[in-house]
Nanobody
Framework: QVQLVESGGGLVQAGGSLRLSCAAS????????AGWFRQAPGKEREFVSS????????YYADSVKGRFTISRDNAKNTVYLQMNSLNPEDTAVYYC????????????????WGQGTQVTVSS
């Protein structure tokens, strides 16, 4: 079992930056691939980014490519999402998740989810 807790969300002006953290407890998170998702009000949850166990492979949704960076520190059991050049369309609850099995850029089956952290970008 893995428990995931996101932090780092908040209110930021357009053009600003935030760094989200996802701290894992329980089984060592380095045994899982990880991903970030987001859900805006009235919309379905959407994929944002993924990273493999070692951190050597990453993948991004087109909407965040070039602005967001996913990384992980397995010694700290933590995954990060650095978000730059934020715009109001990035406003959402952001969730981190863990997936076992083979790494796939998108479409992995995520077994563990955090509770989410709110990101609000004002114009």
């Amino acid at each position: 079992q893995v428990q995931l807790v996101e932090s780092g969300g908040g209110l930021v002006q357009a053009g600003g930056s935030l760094r989200l953290s996802c701290a894992a407890s329980g089984r060592a998170f380095l045994t899982y691939n990880a991903g970030w998702f987001r859900q805006a009000p009235g919309k379905e949850r959407e994929f944002v980014s993924s990273i493999n166990r070692s951190g050597g492979r990453t993948y991004y949704a087109d909407s965040v490519k070039g602005r967001f960076t996913i990384s992980r520190d397995n010694a700290k059991n933590t995954v990060y999402l650095q978000m730059n050049s934020l715009n109001p369309e990035d406003t959402a609850v952001y969730y981190c998740a863990g997936a076992g099995g083979l790494y796939k850029e998108s479409g992995m089956k995520y077994d563990y989810w955090g509770q989410g952290t709110q990101v609000t970008v004002s114009s």
